[in-house]
């Protein structure tokens, strides 16, 4: 019954590594976007993605990257982590009508040592 | 630059009084504007959406303004409950047509 579901849920790893983050939404939406939220709780957009058009905010460092193997699935993949990159990484999906919201993820939280 | 600024100290009430909060925001001209509930280690969940040419939307004890000229808009809560204790974001769609937050506002109502 989870409408968006993410994983892992919690993610601690070393500097340098790579890592990806997996979601899935079972809503029929059409658009997805991934949101960083940091230690002051500032949600910010990465990026916004539908089958049409991948919209990435520009100061989203080019080391993560979306891949979407189809449209109920997002993942986020990050390259050479850094300490900096420790926070709580959100998933959502939307329909084209906003009047319903963006549903969100449960988020994961990645701690990079 | 755009910016959406939220009361980023926390609003404490007592319960049974109606709470209200504020979001601001400047070099924005949103065609709607949106209200989120946040609660600790989990995802933000929708409320309310109001329209531009909406003066004033209800949901049940919620209630959101939109004044454009003044480029604000307040979310009331009334009959708070210490349930309502959470955080609140207002978001708007900016220029690249994506949502942007504010820092949210955190709620405590105290029974």
């Known amino acids: 019954d989870t409408a968006v579901s993410q994983t892992p849920k919690y993610l601690v790893t070393q500097m340098g590594n790579d890592k990806s983050i997996k979601c899935e939404q079972n809503l029929g939406h059409d658009t997805m976007y991934w949101y960083k939220q940091d230690s002051k709780k500032f949600l910010k957009i990465m990026f916004s993605y539908n089958n049409k058009e991948l919209i990435i905010n520009e100061t989203v460092p080019n080391r993560f990257s979306p891949k979407s193997p189809d449209k109920a699935h997002l993942n986020l993949h990050i390259n050479s982590l850094e300490l900096g990159d420790s926070a709580v990484y959100f998933c959502?999906?939307?329909?084209?009508?906003?009047?319903?919201?963006?549903?969100f993820g449960p988020g994961t939280r990645l701690t990079v040592l | 630059s755009q910016k959406i600024e939220q009361n980023s100290e926390a609003l404490n009430i007592q319960e049974g009084k109606t709470a209200t909060l504020t979001c601001n925001y400047t070099n924005y001209s949103p065609a709607y504007l949106q209200w989120y509930r946040q609660d600790p280690g989990r995802g933000p969940v929708f409320l309310l959406l109001i329209r531009e040419n909406e003066k004033e939307k209800r949901k049940e004890r919620l209630k959101v303004t939109f004044d454009t000229t003044l480029k604000q808009s307040l979310f009331h809560i009334t009959a708070s409950q210490p349930a309502d204790s959470a955080t609140y974001l207002c978001?708007?769609?900016?220029?690249?047509?994506?949502?942007?937050f504010g820092g949210g506002t955190r709620l405590m109502v105290k029974p």
């Open positions: 959502a999906s939307s329909q084209d009508d906003p009047q319903r919201g963006l549903f």
């Open positions: 978001a708007l769609v900016n220029a690249g047509n994506m949502l942007t």
